[in-house]
């Protein structure tokens, strides 16, 4: 998906800007704040939760999910590219690659909720195959002004903390999460790693 100019102010407003920013180039990994540096997520405010299976009963209303979907993003996906609560990525990218010229305001809105999705699903908190969609992050987007005040960068520590963990086991062979943090701590503890160029300094650090 194509990162529109016109829908940034919405993701500086969700603390995801840098985050997206990364999509452009590709610690002691204990504290928070590497986190911050590194890719540059907010650590403070309200915590990320919610399970897989419960999170319908966050919707607002009381509502279906797919209602609620199409009332978010204004659009429901084909019925083959739904399985339970996951949208296939590639009909995301197709139906939101590009902001149409002369968009009004909600349809901004809509298109910025649809690139915090696949920001959230497939930067952040990705399965291993990296092909569906998780629409759990509803709760999230619905309210554009609201989802900076959340700690990303705290959650997404905690996420990589446990993709590590399930990797460790002897038959696993791929390893998911937000492995952009993973790669900038390693390249900033490691500088015998480190591609060329990346003594240049920039901020967040993982945009090097």
């Known amino acids: 998906m194509m990162l529109d100019d016109r829908i940034v ?22 504290e928070p704040l590497d986190v911050a540096y590194h890719i540059g997520l907010p650590i403070d405010g309200q915590y990320v ?16 999910p797919w209602v609620w979907f ?20 590639t009909w995301f990218e197709e139906m939101f690659s590009e902001l149409p010229q002369g968009a009004n305001e ?6 910025a909720r649809a690139y915090m999705m696949m920001l959230l ?6 399965d291993k195959l990296g092909t569906r969609l998780h629409i759990r992050w509803l709760p999230y987007i619905a309210r554009l002004e609201d989802i900076g005040q959340y700690s990303w960068g705290s959650t ?8 590590m963990c399930r990797v460790a086991n002897k ?22 790693f480190q591609p060329d160029g990346y003594d240049v300094f920039h901020w967040p650090l993982a945009s090097r």
């Open 156 to 163: 997404a520590l905690s996420w990589l903390y446990r993709c």
């Open 106 to 111: 909600e349809t901004i809105r809509r298109y």
């Open 9 to 30: 102010p919405y993701l500086q407003m969700a603390g995801l800007y840098y985050l997206a920013r990364l999509n452009e180039s590709w610690f002691r990994l204990n």
């Open 171 to 192: 038959n696993a062979v791929k390893l998911a999460g937000p492995l952009q943090l993973l790669q900038s701590w390693i390249f900033w503890r490691f500088p015998g």
């Open 49 to 64: 939760s919610g399970c897989l299976t419960d999170f319908p009963q966050y919707i607002e209303g009381g509502r279906p």
């Open 70 to 89: 199409d009332e978010l993003l204004g659009v429901l996906p084909h019925v083959n590219c739904i399985d339970k609560f996951t949208v296939k990525c």
């Open 121 to 126: 699903s497939m930067q952040l908190f990705g």
